[in-house]
């Protein structure tokens, strides 16, 4: 079975420019998250998506972050204009959440890396 | 403020050795996750704890939850080099439809 799959692995770009990131999250799960990860940190949740509804995007800077999840498969997380400090790796993770059942297991993804110079 | 806690923030050791792990809060959580990120790649999921006092093995890691579900340790017995990697732990506040929340993780390097 495929993993979670993220695309570009890697994106430097100059301040001010827009970017854009994909997942294809793994058949079938119906939740899907969008994670920012700066060095030396754990993952910070940025958005949370309930099949096509973002249910949680609370951390999710607003004024330049924008994602969608369009037919409730795959999702871009965009960010525009990029700023230095958005310099990190950006992770997506998916899982199958059943009422009831508790801690759902996430998926990561491989992440993308994004350099802002 | 971090939520999550954890302990030491880097460890070097032999092969061979015994090490524990910690990860601290004045929060109680309904459950507490622990995974393992090699460079490069995302966290994979090592185990879910939900029971105060709870105890689980995976080969040579034993994880523990506290008994007031505010804390656990991971220990790793005769650490091998293929343990190097971070060690998150992660835990809800909640029920899982909470968001999770990550620690800063402890950096293990194990040295043949």
């Known amino acids: 079975e495929a993993g979670v799959v993220q695309s570009p692995r890697y994106k430097i770009i100059e301040k001010k420019q827009p970017v854009a990131f994909w997942c294809n999250p793994i058949?079938?799960?119906?939740?899907l998250y969008w994670y920012r990860q700066n060095l030396g940190q754990g993952p910070e949740l940025l958005i949370r998506?309930?099949?096509?509804?973002?249910?949680?995007d609370s951390q999710l800077p607003k004024d330049r972050f924008s994602a969608e999840r369009l037919k409730g498969v795959d999702s871009t997380l965009k960010i525009q204009p990029a700023e230095l400090g958005d310099s990190a790796v950006y992770l997506c993770?998916?899982?199958?959440?059943?009422f009831g059942a508790g801690a759902p297991e996430q998926y990561f993804g491989p992440g993308t890396r994004l350099t802002v110079t | 403020t971090q939520l999550l806690e954890q302990s030491p923030q880097f460890l070097s050791i032999q092969e061979g050795e015994n090490l524990t792990v910690y990860c601290n809060s004045s929060?109680?959580?309904?459950?507490l996750q622990w995974y393992r990120q090699e460079p490069g790649e995302g966290p994979v999921l090592l185990v879910t704890?939900?029971?105060?006092?709870e105890v689980k093995k995976l080969k040579r890691l034993t994880f523990q939850f506290g008994d007031a579900r505010k804390d656990s340790s991971l220990h790793i017995t005769a650490a091998q080099p293929g343990d190097t990697g971070l060690y998150l732990c992660?835990?809800?506040?909640?029920?899982?439809?909470?968001?999770?929340?990550f620690g800063k993780g402890t950096r293990l390097s194990v040295i043949a």
């Open positions: 992660a835990a809800f506040l909640n029920s899982g439809n909470t968001p999770l929340v």
């Open positions: 929060s109680v959580f309904s459950s």
């Open positions: 993770a998916s899982s199958f959440a059943r």
């Open positions: 704890v939900v029971t105060g006092g």
């Open positions: 058949s079938g799960h119906n939740t």
């Open positions: 998506y309930e099949n096509e509804e973002a249910v949680d």
